[in-house]
Nanobody, 115 residues
């Protein structure tokens, strides 16, 4: 599976961005998918996950109520709608697919939130 993340950019605090993750090579409709991020000088952290079976969603506490993860199994894609962005959200965002473990990773897309 190849994952391609896109949609990052520079936005002012309080603004919004929508990240996309497109999969190729095989369908990802039967695996959980998620977003992670890595800020400068910090370790990569979990952001959100969406299950394949019921599209249940899970978020890290710092983004709850601001970010929304979704998926489109027909398009073999996943999205992250990010609202009310804060400077602390500045990071490289990675999409990943979880057929058991977080095995497949995209290349990352940079999100920069200015204050």
């Amino acid at each position: 599976v190849q994952l391609q993340a896109s949609g990052g950019g520079l936005v002012q605090a309080g603004g919004s961005l929508r990240l996309s993750c497109t999969a190729s090579g095989r369908t990802v409709s039967s695996v959980d998918m998620g977003w992670f991020r890595q800020a400068p000088g910090k370790e990569r952290e979990f952001v959100a996950r969406i299950t394949w079976r019921d599209a249940d969603t899970y978020y890290t506490d710092s983004v709850k109520g601001r970010f929304t993860i979704s998926r489109d199994n027909v398009k073999n894609a996943m999205y992250l709608q990010m609202n009310s962005l804060e400077p602390e959200d500045t990071a490289v965002y990675y999409c990943a697919a979880k057929p058991g473990t977080w095995k497949y990773w995209g290349q990352g897309t940079l999100v920069t939130v200015s204050s």
